[in-house]
């Protein structure tokens, strides 16, 4: 299945140089096309909190068609919904029958379904408690994801993660294998780098990155460094 | 009163039944389990690996959390027992991993574990109908050949293990599966983050960071994964992380 990200990376890599919006509108359009769903959204929260975890997190949303834009909006507004279940359960929430599950948002549900929007697929955007955004697929017609859809969706959520986090630190990384791949080393730096520094582990996730880029090893070689404790960061020097 | 393997066998499958109630916690119970397979199988250390539906598995609980056996059973999620019973559905005993046979089929991971101090090495799966979801995994610090009862009492402790995925809901959806499976691997990485925030804040190693989590949340009567997320996301104080003793 490694097979499956390289080609989603192959497809993507294709529109050469490109901004966040044109990556995930590119996401979105590859959703669409792979997933067979009538469209895909996207949430972008556009600024991580900041070091006192009070910074503004700004929404923005990129979608394939009106009824994606739509159901994106409507989250936001109604302040329910599969996305923000998903949050909550740190994982996808996935409704093939929107009108068999309306009581479980009773704003969200007859709204979407007033949108046309009859199966819905959230995947959250997140590193452990780092939440970035979402993924949401919708049918205009009831049924699951097969179970390689729902692969190519988790595997295309990565890739809007990383596309987010790229945008969030202003370049992009060369080691992408780190997310899927198990590195704990990098979850435990995000931990202890957070209380070096006093800031959010949002925070702390973009600082390891950057000191990785600035001194051109991989993040997983500096989060080991800092999980054997032969690296600190401290407040006073800004170590990227 | 001292009681048989059988009777202490039954007890923790009533306990681990008994833990199966409505909020419980998915990751402290598959410690719980790899801890309990450690006890009763007579091996020196237990893992549960799952799969990331994304063609991978992933390591989400062991009897420790020692870093060195965290990293061999991430290992073994690239090669080994685990992934070739992962790959067949069945189980995978191996009696001596310094055996040529053994180094021959698995390079990287038999000399991975026998420098981690481990002989033996086995797997059984973790299955859902015709699906493998993961396995657990049995290391032995010397060589032995598990036999067919100890296998089968594996089998028994990872179909538990299952069921413990597939928690609190009917699992009549066939969504639920890979909602639970990715939501559990989620929450493993903010245990990592949480661990993080731990060890530096009160100079724990990972191992000892996540005892202190575990006996903080039972202590609180909490779920872990809640703890471990307040932790990382900043809104407990890693000082408050005490533990009562009686």
């Known amino acids: 299945m490694t097979d499956r990200r390289q080609r989603f990376l192959g497809l993507l890599s294709t529109e050469g140089k490109a901004d966040q919006g044109q990556r995930m509108s590119r996401i979105c359009a590859l959703c669409v096309a792979e997933l067979v769903v009538s469209g895909a959204g996207a949430t972008v929260l556009s600024e991580t909190r900041d070091g006192a975890g009070t910074g503004p997190h700004r929404a923005l949303v990129h979608a394939s068609n009106e009824v994606s834009a739509g159901l994106e909006d409507l989250q936001l507004t109604v302040g329910e919904g599969p996305c923000l279940d998903a949050f909550a359960q740190g994982g996808p929430v996935l409704i093939p029958d929107l009108a068999a599950a309306i009581g479980r948002w009773p704003a969200f549900g007859p709204a979407a379904a007033e949108l046309g929007v009859a199966a819905v697929f959230s995947f959250p955007l997140q590193v452990g408690v780092v939440r970035l955004g979402s993924l949401d697929f919708y049918r205009d017609q009831p049924g699951p994801l097969s179970r390689t859809q729902v692969t190519d969706a988790l595997i295309l959520a990565d890739l809007a993660t990383y596309a987010v986090i790229d945008q969030l630190d202003g370049h992009a990384a060369s080691d992408l294998s780190w997310l899927a791949d198990s590195h704990i080393e990098v979850h435990q730096a995000v931990g202890m780098v957070k209380v070096q520094l006093g800031i959010t582990s949002d925070a702390a996730l973009l600082r390891i990155r950057a000191y990785a880029y600035a001194h051109e090893v991989t993040l997983a070689l500096v989060a080991s460094q800092v999980v054997a404790r032969t690296l600190r960061f401290r407040p006073e020097e800004d170590s990227a | 009163m001292s009681t048989t393997p059988d009777q202490r066998l039954a007890r923790t499958f009533v306990t681990l039944a008994d833990t199966l109630v409505a909020d419980f916690d998915v990751l402290d119970f598959l410690a719980l389990l790899a ?6 199988l007579s091996v020196d250390a237990a893992g549960v690996i799952l799969s990331d539906q994304r063609g991978g598995w992933r390591p989400a609980a062991g009897s420790s959390e020692r870093a060195d056996l965290v990293e061999l059973f991430a290992a073994q999620a690239r090669e080994g027992p685990c992934l070739d019973c992962v790959a067949s559905g069945k189980p995978v005993t191996c009696a001596d991993l310094r055996a040529d046979t053994a180094q021959a089929r698995w ?4 000399p ?4 981690s101090g481990f002989r033996a090495a086995s797997a059984v799966p973790m299955r859902l109908r015709e699906q493998t979801i993961g396995a657990l995994t049995l290391l032995n610090q010397e060589p032995i050949e598990l036999d067919a009862d100890t296998v089968a009492v594996g089998q028994a402790l990872a179909d538990v293990a299952t069921i413990g995925i597939l928690h ?24 990592e983050q949480a661990k993080g925030v731990l060890a530096e804040a009160l100079s724990l190693d990972m191992h000892d960071a996540f005892s202190r989590l575990r006996e903080y949340a039972h202590d609180r009567k909490r779920r872990l994964s809640d703890v471990a997320h307040e932790l990382a ?13 009686h």
């Not at chain 2, 801890?35 to 009763?40: G, I, P």
């Not at chain 2, 991975?112 to 420098?115: E, H, N, S």
């Not at chain 2, 890979?178 to 559990?184: F, I, R, S, Y």
């Not at chain 2, 996301?233 to 003793?245: C, F, Q």
């Open chain 2, 112 to 115: 991975a574990a026998l420098g």
């Open chain 2, 35 to 40: 801890e309990r397979t450690v006890e009763h």
């Open chain 2, 107 to 110: 390079p990287g991971f038999s």
């Open chain 2, 233 to 245: 996301d900043g809104t407990l104080d890693p000082a408050d992380i005490t533990v009562e003793h």
């Open chain 2, 168 to 191: 609190q809901r009917a699992a009549a959806r066939g969504e639920l599966l890979a909602e639970q499976l990715e939501a559990t691997l989620q929450q493993r990485t903010v245990i």
